[in-house]
């Protein structure tokens, strides 16, 4: 079983190493929740690091002042002011790029049995496969999302239960599911065909890329010719099914490499390659390294 390093509580405090004192008024964190609040430091910690990494928990949060620009699931995100984000649990983010002005507030669930014991089920935000979403929402919605975020923040601060950490957190859950289920009812008349059908293809490919590398796969899952489902995708994005495909597998290879204790051959196994060699030579074709001298970098 791979040991990936994730951007979970440990990680955090390596980051933030002697610097840990002057973050404290940014960051409330334990090994159950962590919430942030006007943290702009935090991500460029992350930047530094210059890797994608991989998220094993729900994160919700709003972009306050600035931007950050980001491949989150294999799309190149741009986060402005006034933007509301979740990332489930499971999700590979690359941070690119921050403004020296970037400012958000947000929380991280790190054990779900907060939400459990408070509201007895963690509430469901997404339908179907989708594993994140980034929503710009009018200055309405976000007076809203910020009062419940400045009242999570309050309550960590305050030392408040977990129950009681947990209800504020299943209240921002469910505005976010509301904003996002009125914004996609408001899309969904105005989304081509094209859009409509690469939406469902890239969540497939993050979902199944480990093991199914070949278009034929997402085409049967999507009711589609694999020439029509390739003509569909080319047209929404520019980039070929195929390279969405490969894209996914090398982001996670490179996860693996830098942050895992499996082997080359343990690597090719687990992302259903058939043997090392084929799968150092896929990994130097879109890359120019071999997956020991990328290790190694």
Not at 99 to 104: H, N, Q, R
Request: hydrophobic share 45%.
């Amino acid at each position: 079983m791979s040991k990936v390093e994730l951007i979970d509580y440990e990680m955090m405090n390596r980051l933030m190493g002697p610097q840990v004192a002057s973050f404290r008024k940014h960051i409330i964190m334990n090994k159950s929740y962590a919430v942030v609040r006007d943290a702009p430091s935090v991500f460029h910690l992350l930047l530094k690091r210059g890797e994608p990494l991989r998220v094993d928990d729900h994160r919700m949060g709003l972009v306050l002042k600035g931007h950050v620009r980001s491949t989150i699931n294999l799309m190149e995100r741009q986060l402005s002011a006034g933007t509301i984000a979740y990332v489930s649990p499971g999700s590979i983010v690359h941070p690119l790029a921050v403004s020296d002005d970037f400012e958000m507030t947000g929380f991280a669930l790190l054990d779900n049995s907060i939400l459990i014991d408070a509201v007895g089920s963690i509430p469901s935000l997404m339908p179907g496969s989708t594993s994140d979403f980034q929503l710009p929402v009018d200055e309405a919605s976000q007076a809203v999302a910020k009062s419940l975020f400045d009242a999570l923040w309050n309550a960590a601060q305050f030392h408040a239960s977990n129950k009681v950490i947990g209800c504020q957190m299943a209240a921002i859950m469910h505005l976010f599911k509301q904003l996002h289920a009125l914004h996609e009812g408001a899309a969904d008349g105005f989304q081509t065909h094209e859009r409509q059908v690469f939406a469902k293809f890239i969540a497939l490919v993050n979902e199944h890329h480990r093991q199914h590398h070949t278009i034929d796969f997402y085409a049967s899952r999507l009711c589609l010719t694999e020439r029509y489902l390739g003509t569909l995708v080319r047209q929404a994005s520019d980039v070929t099914a195929k390279q969405w495909i490969d894209r996914a597998l090398v982001t996670t290879a490179k996860v693996m490499l830098r942050y895992s204790d499996l082997t080359v051959a343990q690597i090719a196994y687990e992302l259903n390659f058939p043997n090392p060699s084929f799968f150092s030579k896929f990994f130097l074709r879109l890359t120019g390294l071999t997956p020991a001298a990328y290790r190694k970098k």
